[in-house]
Protein backbone atom coordinates (compact mmCIF):
# COMPACT_ATOMS: atom_id res chain seq x y z
CA UNK A 1 0.00 0.00 0.00
CA UNK A 2 0.75 3.43 -1.02
CA UNK A 3 1.91 6.10 1.71
CA UNK A 4 -0.36 9.28 2.26
CA UNK A 5 2.27 11.63 3.69
CA UNK A 6 0.30 14.90 4.85
CA UNK A 7 2.04 16.95 2.18
CA UNK A 8 0.50 14.48 -0.54
CA UNK A 9 -3.18 14.48 0.76
CA UNK A 10 -3.49 18.68 1.46
CA UNK A 11 -1.48 18.83 -2.64
CA UNK A 12 -4.56 16.65 -3.61
CA UNK A 13 -7.17 18.77 -1.55
CA UNK A 14 -5.83 21.72 -3.45
CA UNK A 15 -5.85 20.24 -7.28
CA UNK A 16 -8.46 21.93 -9.16
CA UNK A 17 -9.95 19.66 -11.32
CA UNK A 18 -9.29 20.15 -15.32
CA UNK A 19 -11.58 20.73 -17.35
CA UNK A 20 -10.86 20.99 -20.84
CA UNK A 21 -11.78 24.41 -23.02
CA UNK A 22 -13.49 22.26 -25.77
CA UNK A 23 -16.26 20.69 -23.14
CA UNK A 24 -16.82 24.16 -22.18
CA UNK A 25 -17.82 24.84 -26.16
CA UNK A 26 -19.24 21.61 -26.15
CA UNK A 27 -21.69 22.87 -23.61
CA UNK A 28 -22.51 25.98 -24.86
CA UNK A 29 -23.15 24.53 -28.09
CA UNK A 30 -25.80 22.37 -26.51
CA UNK A 31 -27.61 25.14 -24.20
CA UNK A 32 -27.98 27.10 -27.71
CA UNK A 33 -29.59 23.84 -29.42
CA UNK A 34 -31.88 23.51 -26.29
CA UNK A 35 -32.58 27.50 -26.77
CA UNK A 36 -33.40 27.17 -30.56
CA UNK A 37 -35.17 24.23 -29.93
CA UNK A 38 -37.93 25.50 -27.41
CA UNK A 39 -38.04 28.38 -29.81
CA UNK A 40 -38.99 26.49 -32.56
CA UNK A 41 -41.22 24.19 -30.88
CA UNK A 42 -42.82 27.07 -29.70
CA UNK A 43 -43.77 29.02 -32.71
CA UNK A 44 -45.24 25.44 -34.10
CA UNK A 45 -47.71 25.29 -31.01
CA UNK A 46 -48.27 29.04 -31.53
CA UNK A 47 -48.92 28.69 -35.32
CA UNK A 48 -50.99 25.87 -34.99
CA UNK A 49 -53.32 26.94 -32.40
CA UNK A 50 -53.52 30.08 -34.56
CA UNK A 51 -54.97 27.90 -37.14
CA UNK A 52 -57.21 25.63 -35.39
CA UNK A 53 -58.65 29.00 -33.58
CA UNK A 54 -59.32 30.20 -37.49
CA UNK A 55 -60.87 27.45 -38.36
CA UNK A 56 -63.26 26.51 -35.30
CA UNK A 57 -63.60 29.98 -33.22
CA UNK A 58 -65.99 28.94 -30.88
CA UNK A 59 -63.31 26.24 -29.17
CA UNK A 60 -60.93 28.88 -28.75
CA UNK A 61 -60.75 29.36 -25.25
CA UNK A 62 -59.47 25.17 -25.15
CA UNK A 63 -57.43 25.72 -28.16
CA UNK A 64 -55.81 28.24 -26.20
CA UNK A 65 -55.63 26.63 -22.53
CA UNK A 66 -53.89 23.51 -24.39
CA UNK A 67 -51.93 25.65 -26.28
CA UNK A 68 -50.50 27.42 -23.16
CA UNK A 69 -50.18 24.27 -21.37
CA UNK A 70 -47.77 22.73 -24.08
CA UNK A 71 -45.66 25.92 -24.12
CA UNK A 72 -45.05 25.85 -20.88
CA UNK A 73 -43.76 22.10 -20.95
CA UNK A 74 -41.66 22.53 -23.81
CA UNK A 75 -40.12 26.10 -22.12
CA UNK A 76 -39.34 23.60 -19.36
CA UNK A 77 -38.03 20.59 -21.23
CA UNK A 78 -35.72 23.38 -22.94
CA UNK A 79 -34.67 24.56 -19.53
CA UNK A 80 -33.64 21.26 -18.60
CA UNK A 81 -31.53 21.03 -21.11
CA UNK A 82 -29.67 24.72 -20.82
CA UNK A 83 -29.09 23.82 -17.23
CA UNK A 84 -27.67 20.17 -18.05
CA UNK A 85 -25.57 21.31 -20.30
CA UNK A 86 -24.18 24.37 -18.53
CA UNK A 87 -23.47 22.08 -15.60
CA UNK A 88 -21.10 20.14 -17.89
CA UNK A 89 -18.86 22.69 -18.56
Known amino acids: ?4 TPELIEAAKAAEPV ?7 IAAIGAGLAAIGAG ?3 GRIG ?3 LEAMARQPEHSGMIQTNMIIAAA ?4 VALFGVVVALLQG
Open 1 to 4: MIEQ
Open 19 to 25: VAPAIKG
Open 40 to 42: IGI
Open 47 to 49: GSA
Open 73 to 76: LVEG
